[in-house]
């Protein structure tokens, strides 16, 4: 088999994918619609599998060409960035940033972590487009290794037996506080945390890493809340919580911006109860200039806490 790929035939590719239609990839590209057909069919050949399912509404990616999508993403966007780091006018560009966020973290730490992205690098005029998708860490680390993301965030990092090309990259830990409505808070803040024995209590499930550190530390204090609700998503159970229904834990890290948010009252701070933070990249290839700026501001979050 020859080991060259045709760069052009995967540009066509790239362009048909991102307009939907042959039609609108035709028009970027300035080319007839039957020569965009033949080269994406040489790609689907010399690949040896079909990129596109023809819909009526237009093309539709197949698993191979979602494969491919994310390659040549890598591909082109790089090539963009290698002409923008010797472009001696100086404009602005904008760099892309995937993040893959696991639906386990909180999203206000998240928040944190994006905003300053958004107004680009320190002391450069580039901006960073932050594009961000939430899922369940196992497909964020199956889609990570497709290059479909360019750092994953997770609340665990990547165990060695299913490590492969991933790499962790620790951002620190943050400890554990407890909030309620106040009307809840009034009966929990004064002995706490003694108080959360029989209380209502608002927990995350069973499978992430703050609720398997709270239930070793709930154990070795003897303590057995009432658990009148388990909630994946950390949006979801401190809406629930605002409600007055149990007591619920969140990262100490953001504890300032749920009291604001949410109206409601810290009632005491677990210090033996971490949350790690890991952020997940390929070890293939040097970081982005977002990733790394990502990394710091992670670490430089999390060690206010630490």
Not at 1 to 28: C, K, P, Q
Request: net charge negative; with cysteine.
């Amino acid at each position: 088999m020859n080991d060259w790929l045709n760069y052009h035939h995967l540009r066509y590719f790239w362009e048909a994918a991102r307009a939907g239609t042959i039609t609108g990839a035709a028009a970027r590209l300035r080319l007839a619609q039957p020569t965009v057909s033949a080269q994406i069919r040489e790609l689907e050949k010399r690949l040896g599998e079909p990129l596109f399912e023809r819909r009526s509404r237009g093309l539709e990616l197949t698993r191979a060409g979602r494969h491919a999508f994310h390659f040549a993403e890598r591909i082109f966007g790089l090539g963009q960035e290698l002409l923008d780091a010797f472009d001696p006018s100086g404009d602005s560009a904008v760099t892309e940033l995937r993040v893959g966020v696991s639906d386990a973290l909180s999203k206000l730490l998240v928040a944190e972590l994006v905003e300053p992205l958004l107004r680009g690098l320190p002391g450069s005029s580039r901006g960073i487009h932050v594009i961000c998708h939430e899922d369940k860490s196992a497909r964020l680390i199956s889609e990570l290794t497709l290059r479909a993301y360019d750092v994953v965030l997770a609340d665990e990092p990547v165990g060695p037996s299913s490590q492969g090309d991933a790499q962790n990259h620790s951002l620190g830990e943050s400890s554990v506080t407890f909030f309620a409505s106040p009307a809840l808070a009034d009966g929990l803040v004064g002995d706490f945390p003694a108080s959360l024995h029989e209380a209502p209590v608002l927990l995350p499930t069973a499978n992430t890493t703050m609720r398997r550190a709270l239930d070793h530390w709930l154990l070795e204090a003897q303590l057995q809340p009432e658990v009148v609700g388990e909630f994946e998503d950390s949006a979801l159970l401190k809406a629930v919580g605002v409600s007055g229904v149990g007591a619920f834990p969140v990262p100490t890290v953001v504890a300032q911006q749920v009291a604001a948010r949410y109206k409601v009252v810290p009632v005491g701070t677990l210090d033996d109860v971490r949350e790690p933070i890991y952020a997940i990249t390929l070890r293939r290839g040097a970081l982005s200039d977002g990733v790394l700026r990502l990394l710091e501001l992670g670490r430089g979050l999390l060690s206010a806490t630490a």
